[in-house]
């Protein structure tokens, strides 16, 4: 069985963190799948997929650590050619792919406790952003 839909968000850039645990556990329920596989696939070049324990103060250490990989202020040849400033936001979303797979056991996420599935915008604007969730088992 596979069964897919089409998350839509707003995110407000800069490395924005959104948990969307509980949209994609829906979806999963919403599918009949009780053991099998969930792809989440952000569409876009400027965002991730990933997990993380999505409390305010790891949000804030892991904007951190991205400044430091890929400063949003340092110019790209990106920024140089197009003129949008936004070489940074590639870089990120490079560097942390664009989807997970997580195990469904039981008709459930198989997720530790503070594990929760996040969508990370890196765009410098806000815009609206889709992820794909498709869900594939029995």
Do not use: Y
Not at 7 to 15: E, F, P, R, Y
Not at 82 to 101: E, K, Q, V, Y
Not at 113 to 133: K, Y
């Amino acid at each position: 069985m596979v069964h897919g839909e089409e998350i839509t968000l707003s995110a407000k850039g800069h490395s924005d963190v959104i948990d969307i645990t509980e949209r994609v556990a829906k979806i999963v329920r919403a599918s009949g799948v009780r053991e099998g596989l969930v792809a989440v696939h952000v569409t876009g070049s400027t965002a991730s997929i990933t997990t993380i324990e999505c409390e305010p103060a790891l949000v804030a250490d892991f904007r951190d650590l991205l400044e430091r990989l890929a400063p949003s202020d340092k110019p790209t040849r990106h920024g140089d050619t197009w003129g949008d400033d936004n070489g940074f936001s590639h870089l990120r979303a490079s560097l942390m792919g664009p989807g997970i797979t997580v195990p469904v056991r039981a008709g459930r996420l198989v997720l530790g406790t503070w594990q929760q599935i996040v969508l990370v915008d890196h765009d410098n604007r806000p815009r609206e952003r889709q992820a794909f969730v498709q869900v594939v088992g029995e």
